[in-house]
């Protein structure tokens, strides 16, 4: 591999930047996990997707890795600057179930669609609610040191507090500050300035509530990834990751509360990375906006998990991905038409014992991806090594996964190499496309949408009327009942053995 330096665009400084952890041997990432109270969307999995295709960049520089990703299961309202319901006692009230039921539920869920996702665990799963104490402390250091005041219903951040508050975010304080002067402050001293305790109301018991210094509540949403973040990483670490709606709010209030805390005007990370939203026809996709998509929406009209990896592995992490079905399903065949050449090259290359190796072996964290390279790279040709190179070269390019995806795509059909050469390219490359190339199978694709309500019978049926259409050479006939066919979640393939079948996606012009 060359040694050319891994390129990154970090938020904070709003360009892009020679990579140089803060430990030459480990990198520390700390990345802004779900809060469970619901399914996650589409696009909430984008952000968990571009974090592990950064991971398994880094890895591939040769870097190993200390990841830690938070659970929030208390204090997220059901608006980012601080007004609303808390997101996870609405939950429960709407599905008449405890808020730690809820949060359980979710929880698997979230891990669940990972596992689909080929997403492997971080270094760390931690969970607000096992932080309490911990918040407690870092509030009342806060506190201490002059950076909050208390009003009626807990305790405050003062953002004026903080040199550069709203840096990250290129926040247009003078403005909040007129619209305040308007609207009135509703007692804050300032409308940036936001809760790092909520006192219960004195009429009303919160489902999730503790004792503290300030009175019986719940801590603010932004506190946990403060306090989280410093115990597993320390106060100062590499990166910091989350979707692009975190950079104006979120991630502002983390930052003046780690500079509060260490005294220091420290940030926390070093660099601020964050991902560009999902989109359905020009607007982000939301759960608030209601029928948003999940991973199981997907996988209910008949398209697998990783076609939407591949999906997302199409578009820059940096910019926003439109969504449609019918772009789906194109990832969908793009997948197939991959995994069909990997079946044709396997076929003449016979078995050999790095495939063993490598099927046998399962992604996780720095030495065990070090082992998988050291397997599959092996003996490389010149021109082998060529594409080792082109592979490098889009990884260091700040994760530039569409050219490395072009560049498998021209991989697997040249002739230029011997099959298990290319095979062991592909499997270099699904290092970091992680799209499970080797150990997945063309006919793994076909999934019956749960729409299908078509029965085999009914299918063969068809089928053979279909084929006494093509006898009689009436075409028209054909192609209709292969369209019906199609309309139904079945695909027809014709070869020299006649007309075999297999479930396809149910794709509609609208997404909803």
């Known amino acids: 591999m060359s040694e050319r330096p891994l390129t990154l665009f970090n938020s904070y400084t709003r360009e892009l930047e020679t990579f140089a952890p803060l430990d030459p041997k480990n990198v520390r990432i700390y990345s802004c996990g779900p809060t469970v109270y619901n399914y996650a969307h589409l696009g909430n999995l984008r952000a968990y997707l571009f974090v592990d295709t950064l991971r398994r960049a880094l890895m591939w520089k040769g870097y190993g890795l200390t990841h830690v990703m938070n659970i929030t299961d208390v204090g997220h309202l059901t608006d980012d600057a601080d007004d609303g319901e808390d997101k996870m006692e609405r939950a429960a009230e709407r599905e008449k179930k405890t808020v730690w039921d809820i949060a359980a539920h979710y929880t698997q869920a979230f891990e669940r669609d990972l596992g689909r996702l080929n997403v492997p665990d971080p270094s760390v799963w931690c969970r607000a609610t096992d932080h309490i104490q911990e918040m407690i402390d870092f509030a009342r250091d806060i506190e201490a040191g002059g950076y909050t005041y208390a009003l009626d219903d807990g305790l405050y951040f003062d953002t004026a507090k903080v040199p550069d508050y709203g840096h990250l975010g290129r926040l247009d304080l003078e403005g909040l500050e007129a619209g305040a002067r308007v609207e009135g402050p509703g007692g804050k001293r300032h409308p940036s300035d936001f809760a790092v305790w909520r006192r219960s109301p004195g009429d009303k018991q919160r489902l999730m509530e503790w004792h503290s210094?300030?009175?019986?509540?719940?801590?603010?949403?932004?506190?946990?990834?403060?306090?989280?973040?410093?115990?597993?990483?320390?106060?100062?670490?590499?990166?910091?990751?989350?979707?692009?709606?975190?950079?104006?709010?979120?991630?502002?209030?983390?930052?003046?509360?780690?500079?509060?805390?260490?005294?220091?005007?420290?940030?926390?990370?070093?660099?601020?990375?964050?991902?560009?939203?999902?989109?359905?026809?020009?607007?982000?996709?939301?759960?608030?906006?209601?029928?948003?998509?999940?991973?199981?929406?997907?996988?209910?009209?008949?398209?697998?998990?990783?076609?939407?990896?591949?999906?997302?592995?199409?578009?820059?992490?940096?910019?926003?991905?439109?969504?449609?079905?019918?772009?789906?399903?194109?990832?969908?065949?793009?997948?197939?038409?991959?995994?069909?050449?990997?079946?044709?090259?396997?076929?003449?290359?016979?078995?050999?014992?790095?495939?063993?190796?490598?099927?046998?072996?399962?992604?996780?964290?720095?030495?065990?991806?070090?082992?998988?390279?050291?397997?599959?790279?092996?003996?490389?040709?010149?021109?082998?090594?060529?594409?080792?190179?082109?592979?490098?070269?889009?990884?260091?390019?700040?994760?530039?996964?569409?050219?490395?995806?072009?560049?498998?795509?021209?991989?697997?059909?040249?002739?230029?190499?011997?099959?298990?050469?290319?095979?062991?390219?592909?499997?270099?490359?699904?290092?970091?496309?992680?799209?499970?190339?080797?150990?997945?199978?063309?006919?793994?694709?076909?999934?019956?949408?749960?729409?299908?309500?078509?029965?085999?019978?009914?299918?063969?049926?068809?089928?053979?009327?279909?084929?006494?259409?093509?006898?009689?050479?009436?075409?028209?006939?054909?192609?209709?009942?292969?369209?019906?066919?199609?309309?139904?979640?079945?695909?027809?393939?014709?070869?020299?053995?006649?007309?075999?079948?297999?479930?396809?996606?149910?794709?509609?012009?609208?997404?909803?």
């Not at 509060?260 to 560009?276: D, F, I, L, Q, V």
């Not at 906006?289 to 578009?315: C, E, K, M, N």
């Not at 910019?319 to 969908?332: I, N, P, T, V, Y």
């Not at 090594?385 to 082109?390: A, E, I, L, S």
């Open 213 to 512: 210094p300030w009175g019986v509540g719940a801590p603010g949403w932004h506190l946990e990834c403060s306090v989280m973040s410093i115990k597993y990483l320390g106060r100062r670490f590499d990166i910091h990751t989350g979707g692009i709606d975190h950079r104006q709010v979120h991630h502002c209030n983390e930052i003046a509360q780690n500079q509060a805390y260490t005294r220091s005007g420290e940030t926390g990370a070093r660099m601020w990375m964050h991902n560009e939203f999902l989109v359905v026809r020009e607007q982000k996709m939301a759960k608030s906006a209601g029928g948003f998509l999940t991973l199981q929406t997907v996988v209910d009209r008949g398209i697998h998990p990783l076609a939407y990896r591949l999906f997302a592995l199409t578009a820059s992490y940096r910019s926003q991905l439109e969504f449609s079905w019918e772009a789906l399903a194109g990832a969908r065949a793009q997948l197939r038409r991959l995994l069909l050449r990997i079946a044709e090259l396997k076929a003449k290359a016979g078995e050999a014992e790095w495939m063993t190796t490598v099927a046998e072996a399962k992604f996780s964290r720095g030495a065990a991806l070090d082992y998988l390279r050291e397997a599959v790279e092996g003996p490389l040709s010149e021109a082998g090594r060529t594409w080792v190179d082109k592979l490098d070269a889009a990884v260091s390019d700040d994760l530039a996964t569409p050219r490395a995806l072009a560049d498998l795509g021209e991989l697997v059909e040249t002739k230029a190499l011997p099959p298990e050469e290319r095979l062991r390219l592909v499997a270099t490359y699904d290092l970091v496309l992680g799209l499970n190339l080797l150990h997945l199978e063309a006919k793994d694709l076909a999934l019956k949408p749960a729409g299908a309500t078509i029965t085999e019978a009914e299918i063969a049926a068809a089928i053979e009327k279909r084929t006494a259409a093509r006898q009689a050479k009436d075409f028209a006939t054909s192609d209709a009942l292969r369209d019906e066919l199609l309309a139904q979640g079945v695909a027809l393939m014709d070869g020299k053995e006649g007309t075999t079948w297999e479930w396809a996606p149910l794709v509609e012009a609208e997404v909803g």
